[in-house]
């Protein structure tokens, strides 16, 4: 892909997804295992008030659509040195459906990798009610045509 | 035999800046990179080791958000789930340094930067940590900045 192709500051609604027990449950047993995220009796004695699913899990499921939206709508794509922040800012409960946007925010050829993009994106999410949930600042390299 | 009551959770009071160790070892196996990356992840460099070989990662490695859930997992079993832990709202300065492979071993550290009661709630404090998984030939492959919401004792 062209660095000209790459669209800044438009945000794009790349899918929702719903957060089911079962499946909170079972990314959290394997990967996250606090009380509040694979017992439902713990979670609701918990701050938490009832079962949530593990930030991470909101990450990876953010990552599923992204590449998802990629390949139904075109984009580019690449490989990622890391993300400068993660932001949990609301728990996310069972049955919650969450929206997922990505927006570029700045673009650039590396001086140092000469083919390559450096591409800045700022991905939130709302759940069912509009209330912000998830936000994240994350930095992709593309290799450009 | 005799019932030997279990540790009390270490809570907000217990922790202080300085404590640093490890939170334990992972083997990053074909299956379990595959099985996460086919949920979550399924580019093709994570799938097979082909296209591994092929891209820039140089062989077939694991999704940065799977060796980031192995160090959730890690820090959940010998860190959090021994303390009042209340979760976290984020991280911090996540750098994925190096590629992680199949065959790898990660060892996961921590160390703690600060503590902070909350300025508004009775209950809890803030632990800050630098999180770190370092594989088997000593090279960091993945850093960040965590801060837990740890319960109080009193």
Same mark, same amino acid.
């Given at each position: 892909?062209?660095?000209?192709?790459?669209?800044?500051?438009?945000?794009a609604?790349?899918?929702s997804?719903?957060?089911e027990?079962?499946?909170?449950?079972?990314?959290?047993?394997? =990967?996250?295992?606090?009380?509040?995220?694979?017992?439902?009796a713990a979670?609701?004695?918990s701050?938490f008030?009832a079962?949530?699913?593990?930030?991470?899990?909101?990450?990876?499921?953010?990552?599923?659509?992204?590449?998802?939206?990629?390949? !139904?709508?075109?984009?580019?794509?690449g490989?990622?040195p890391?993300? !400068?922040?993660i932001?949990?800012?609301k728990?996310? =409960?069972v049955?919650?459906?969450?929206?997922?946007?990505?927006?570029?925010?700045? !673009?650039?050829?590396?001086k140092?990798?000469?083919?390559?993009?450096l591409?800045?994106v700022?991905?939130?999410a709302?759940?069912q009610d509009?209330?912000r949930?998830?936000?994240?600042?994350?930095t992709?390299?593309v290799?450009?045509? | 035999? %005799?019932?030997?009551?279990?540790?009390?959770?270490?809570?907000?009071? /217990?922790?202080?800046?300085?404590e &640093?160790?490890?939170l334990g %070892?992972?083997d990053? %196996?074909? /299956?379990?990179?595959?099985?996460?990356? &086919?949920?979550?992840?399924p580019?093709?460099?994570?799938?097979?080791e082909?296209?591994?070989?092929? &891209?820039p990662?140089?062989g #077939?490695?694991?999704?940065?958000? #799977?060796?980031?859930s192995?160090?959730?997992r890690?820090?959940?079993?010998?860190?959090?789930n021994?303390?009042?832990s209340?979760?976290?709202?984020?991280?911090? /300065?996540?750098?994925w340094?190096?590629?992680?492979?199949?065959?790898d071993?990660?060892?996961?550290?921590?160390?703690?930067?600060?503590?902070?009661? &909350?300025?508004?709630?009775? /209950?809890?404090g803030?632990?800050?940590?630098?999180?770190?998984?370092?594989?088997?030939?000593?090279?960091?492959?993945?850093s960040?900045?965590?801060?837990?919401?740890?319960?109080?004792?009193?």
């Amino acid at each position: 892909m062209g660095l000209d192709a790459i669209e800044v500051g438009v945000p794009a609604n790349v899918g929702s997804h719903t957060f089911e027990a079962d499946e909170i449950v079972r990314f959290a047993k394997k =990967y996250d295992p606090q009380p509040f995220h694979v017992d439902e009796a713990a979670a609701r004695a918990s701050h938490f008030g009832a079962l949530c699913a593990s930030g991470w899990h909101t990450c990876s499921i953010w990552m599923r659509l992204t590449i998802t939206n990629t390949r !139904k709508n075109g984009g580019f794509s690449g490989v990622s040195p890391g993300t !400068k922040a993660i932001r949990w800012m609301k728990p996310v =409960y069972v049955g919650d459906t969450l929206e997922f946007f990505n927006e570029v925010t700045s !673009k650039r050829e590396m001086k140092t990798r000469p083919g390559w993009a450096l591409i800045e994106v700022f991905s939130h999410a709302n759940n069912q009610d509009g209330v912000r949930v998830f936000e994240m600042e994350s930095t992709v390299l593309v290799p450009l045509d | 035999m %005799t019932d030997t009551p279990a540790a009390p959770l270490r809570a907000f009071e /217990d922790f202080a800046a300085g404590e &640093s160790g490890t939170l334990g %070892t992972v083997d990053v %196996t074909h /299956d379990e990179v595959v099985e996460f990356a &086919s949920q979550f992840d399924p580019q093709p460099f994570h799938l097979e080791e082909e296209a591994g070989k092929a &891209s820039p990662l140089g062989g #077939h490695a694991a999704s940065g958000w #799977h060796t980031g859930s192995m160090m959730m997992r890690l820090m959940a079993e010998n860190l959090l789930n021994i303390s009042r832990s209340m979760g976290s709202g984020g991280i911090q /300065d996540l750098k994925w340094l190096k590629p992680v492979l199949v065959g790898d071993t990660l060892t996961a550290g921590y160390e703690i930067t600060g503590v902070r009661p &909350s300025a508004s709630r009775t /209950d809890r404090g803030y632990v800050d940590m630098k999180l770190q998984m370092v594989n088997q030939r000593g090279e960091r492959v993945m850093s960040f900045l965590c801060t837990v919401i740890m319960g109080r004792a009193a």
